[in-house]
C-alpha cells in the first residue's frame, strides 16, 4: 500500500477532471435552463453553501484517523451493515458512470461517429474504463496529469479565442425572475461538490492526508471550471439560444477561428472530452471494484463489475433522448445531491458514535 500511496496534489488534479467534466459539461443545460442568465449566481452560492460541509468532512478524516473507509465501517457499524453500505455505494457510483459514458456515446455519435454503431462505441470504451479501473490509484492519478495538461491547454485556448465574440452585457439585468430560480440552480453545481466525499476512500493513500486548504483549492478550481462555459455560452450565444443547446461547452468550439484561415477547431474538444470521461468512469468503477472487495481479482472484476456496468449503460442508452435528458436534469442531479449529502451525513454520525464510544472505553 505504501508504494501506491499518492500526493494531496494529485488529489486536487484528479477532481479537476471527475468532477470538473460534470461541472463543465453535464450540469451547464439544466443550470441554464433553470436559473437563466443568473447561472453563475447559483454557481458562487452553491460553493459558499458548501464551505461548512468541507469542516464535516474534515471531522470524518479526523475521527477516522484516515484509515481505510471500508474497515473504519466494519470496526464501527458492524460488519454485515458495512457491507449493505456498500453495496448500496457501489450501485450508485455504477449509475453515475453509466449516466457520464451514456451522454459520452450520444455525443461522440452525434458529432463525429454518425454511422459507427452505439454499442461498438459502448464495448470498446467500457472494456478500456474496466482495464483502466483494475489497475491502482497511483497509476490512475499519474495517467490523469498527463492527459489533464492537454485538456487544461485547449481550456483556455478556447476561452481565450473566444474574447473577440462575447458580450458581457448579456449578463444583465441580474435576477430579473426573482432569486427562487437562482437558489434552486444551486443544485446542480452542488451535486458536483458533493462528490467529494468520496475522497474519504482515498484519505488512506494520500501523503500527509488532505487538508482545509486542499479542499478550498479544489472548490475554487471547481467554480472556475463551472463558470467558464456557463458565462461563454450566455455571452457567445445569448442566454436564450444557450438554454436551447444541449451542449453548450462543445458549441463554444465552433465560434473559435485564429486570424482569418484557421477555423473548424472543434476537433480539439474531442480529445477535451474523451479523456476526461475516461478518467471519470475509470475511478468511479476503481472505487465500485475497491467497494466489492474484488481489487486484484481480474475474474470477478470482469465477470461481475464489467457487466453491470455494460447493463446500466445499455438500459440508459436505450431510453429515448428527451426522456434521458429529462430524467438527468430534473431528478439524477438533484438525488446525486441529496445521495452523497446523505453519505457525508451518515459519515458523520457515525463519527460521533465512535467518538462517544472511545470515550466511555477510556473511562
Given amino acids: 500500500m505504501k508504494n501506491e500511496s499518492i500526493r494531496p496534489i494529485h488529489i486536487i488534479l484528479l477532481t479537476m477532471t471527475v468532477i470538473g467534466l ?27 453553501a458548501l464551505l461548512p460541509w468541507v469542516l464535516l468532512l474534515l471531522y ?26 456498500n453495496y448500496v455505494l457501489a450501485f450508485f457510483l455504477i449509475t453515475l458512470a453509466a449516466f ?37 490509484i497511483k497509476t490512475i492519478a499519474i495517467t490523469n496529469v498527463f492527459v489533464l495538461f492537454g485538456v487544461v491547454i485547449f481550456g483556455f485556448f478556447v476561452a481565450f479565442a473566444n474574447i473577440q465574440v462575447k458580450d458581457y452585457t448579456l449578463l444583465r439585468p441580474f435576477f ?71 451542449y453548450p461547452a462543445y458549441e463554444e468550439w465552433g465560434l473559435v477561428t485564429v486570424t482569418r484561415f484557421i477555423e473548424h477547431l472543434d476537433f480539439l474538444s474531442i480529445y477535451q472530452w474523451l479523456t476526461g470521461a ?18 486484484g481479482k481480474k475474474k470477478k472484476i470482469w465477470g461481475l463489475v464489467a457487466p453491470l456496468f455494460f447493463i446500466a449503460c445499455t438500459v440508459l442508452l436505450m431510453l429515448e433522448d428527451q426522456a434521458f435528458v429529462n430524467i438527468k436534469g430534473n431528478y439524477f442531479l438533484l438525488i446525486t445531491f441529496i445521495f452523497f449529502l446523505i453519505v457525508s451525513l451518515f ?10 464510544s472511545s470515550r466511555r472505553t477510556n473511562t
Fill in 176 to 246: 430579473e425572475d426573482g432569486f427562487k430560480p437562482v437558489l434552486f440552480g444551486m443544485v446542480y453545481p452542488a451535486s458536483g461538490m458533493v462528490e467529494l466525499v468520496l475522497l474519504l476512500y482515498l484519505q488512506h493513500q494520500v501523503k500527509g492526508g488532505i487538508r482545509f486548504f486542499h479542499y478550498i483549492i479544489i472548490f475554487f478550481i471547481l467554480t472556475i471550471l463551472t463558470l467558464g462555459p456557463l458565462i461563454g455560452a450566455i455571452t457567445e450565444f445569448g442566454p436564450d439560444e444557450a438554454m436551447k443547446q444541449r
Fill in 347 to 356: 459519515f458523520a454520525l457515525v463519527s460521533i458514535g465512535s467518538g462517544k
Fill in 22 to 48: 460534470k461541472n463543465h459539461v453535464t450540469i451547464i443545460p439544466p443550470l441554464l435552463q433553470h436559473a437563466g442568465r443568473n447561472g453563475w449566481a447559483s454557481v458562487l452560492l452553491s460553493s459558499l
Fill in 278 to 295: 475516461f478518467i471519470r468512469v475509470g475511478i468511479l468503477l476503481f472505487f465500485v471494484i475497491n467497494l466489492l472487495n474484488v481489487t
Fill in 60 to 85: 470524518v478524516h479526523k475521527k477516522s484517523n484516515q484509515t481505510e473507509m471500508k474497515e473504519w465501517l466494519k470496526v464501527r457499524i458492524g460488519k454485515v451493515w458495512a457491507k449493505v453500505f
Fill in 100 to 136: 457520464t459514458m451514456r451522454e459520452t456515446i450520444h455525443w461522440i455519435s452525434a458529432t463525429f461517429l454518425l454511422e459507427t454503431p452505439i454499442y461498438y462505441l459502448l464495448i470498446i470504451y467500457t472494456v478500456l474504463c474496466v482495464m483502466f479501473a483494475s489497475t491502482s
